[in-house]
T-cell receptor
Framework: AQSVTQPDIHITVSEGASLELRCNYSYGATPYLFWYVQSPGQGLQLLLKYFSGDTLVQGIKGFEAEFKRSQSSFNLRKPSVHWSDAAEYFCAVGAGNQFYFGTGTSLTVIP | DTGVSQDPRHKITKRGQNVTFRCDPISEHNRLYWYRQTLGQGPEFLTYFQNEAQLEKSRLLSDRFSAERPKGSFSTLEIQRTEQGDSAMYLC????????????FGPGTRLTVL
């Protein structure tokens, strides 16, 4: 069965530090891959997506993600975190006629 | 505001009652999706429409759930004989193209079943 795994439930980083959020998926073919962010009281917003081509994709707010087929991973990165990045981050996969979200990683940013 | 809108934003009901939620997608978006999100979890896919056609239903969508998009514009999600386990945030999203692409999410309807 298809699935999306985000192994880190909660991550705390200092403002200005680098960030990496992990995402692994289980699907026979290369799925459509996404990262969404959900801030308190806000709707889900797309950060970036990968369909094909260059495996390093750039998104909004300075985020990037790298697709690694051999590891079935699509990890999200940011070189320098801002306090406003504190939110819930969801990896998501479009596969066949279904769409799957991971359970999310909650990011806390400390000054 | 031309984003996805959902109505109501909050609904409190008693177990056994029927509830209906409405979603208005972004104008001219062909695809419309429904999700359910419980506390501490990611959204769970329920169903989606391409124009007025319902193309896929998750096994999560029991017989008590029904969704419609009669004219390919707004959509409704009805839950019959609500149960306490139905308490969740119900999210609607729309996208302009076929295939999996960016989805624009509404603010959600929070359902509480007493």
């Amino acid at each position: 069965a298809q699935s999306v795994t985000q192994p880190d439930i909660h991550i705390t980083v200092s403002e200005g530090a680098s960030l990496e959020l992990r995402c692994n998926y289980s699907y026979g073919a290369t799925p459509y891959l996404f990262w969404y962010v959900q801030s308190p009281g806000q709707g889900l917003q797309l950060l970036l997506k990968y369909f094909s081509g260059d495996t390093l994709v750039q998104g909004i707010k300075g985020f990037e993600a790298e697709f690694k087929r051999s590891q079935s991973s699509f990890n999200l990165r940011k070189p320098s975190v801002h306090w406003s990045d504190a939110a819930e981050y969801f990896c998501a996969v479009g596969a066949g006629n279904q769409f799957y979200f991971g359970t999310g990683t909650s990011l806390t940013v400390i000054p | 505001d031309t984003g996805v809108s959902q109505d109501p934003r909050h609904k409190i009901t008693k177990r056994g009652q029927n509830v209906t939620f409405r979603c208005d997608p972004i104008s001219e978006h062909n695809r419309l999706y429904w999700y359910r999100q419980t506390l501490g979890q990611g959204p769970e896919f329920l169903t989606y429409f391409q124009n007025e056609a319902q193309l896929e239903k998750s096994r999560l969508l029991s017989d008590r759930f029904s969704a419609e998009r009669p004219k390919g514009s707004f959509s409704t999600l009805e839950i019959q004989r609500t149960e306490q386990g139905d308490s969740a945030m119900y999210l609607c999203a729309s996208s302009p193209r076929q295939g999996w692409d960016e989805q624009f999410f509404g603010p959600g309807t929070r359902l509480t079943v007493l």
